[in-house]
């Protein structure tokens, strides 16, 4: 079982960045793909971005352009660089891996 811990979510106001971390502990054995999710109020969860093991990226619509994956192996972390926020990125964002999620760390961007 893989330990997913989120940290990094806060408030801001539209137009600013933040980064979030998720770090990986526990039985991992190779190199997983890792994602993130969020969920806004009333809504489901849905994919913002997930990475390969290979490093190759994938991203909703509605962030590419501001939004980066990036993860290091050696430390068992990804990342996600959000810049331009807005009011719409407001959700709970959720780190995934094959059969674990995080318990997830809360955007709010004010408008």
């Known amino acids: 079982q893989v330990k997913l811990v989120e940290s990094g979510g806060g408030l801001v106001q539209a137009g600013a960045s933040l980064t979030l971390s998720c770090a990986a502990s526990?039985?991992?054995?190779?190199?997983?793909?890792m994602g993130w999710y969020r969920q806004a109020p009333g809504k489901q969860r849905e994919l913002v971005a997930i990475?390969?093991?290979?490093?190759?990226?994938n991203y909703a619509d509605s962030v590419k352009g501001r939004f980066t994956i990036s993860r290091d192996n050696a430390e068992n972390t990804v990342y996600l660089q959000m810049n331009s926020l807005k009011p719409e990125d407001t959700a709970v964002y959720y780190c995934w891996t094959i059969g674990s999620w995080g318990r997830g760390t809360q955007v709010t961007v004010s408008s």
């Open positions: 990475i390969t093991s290979g490093d190759s990226t």
């Open positions: 526990g039985s991992i054995f190779r190199i997983p793909p």
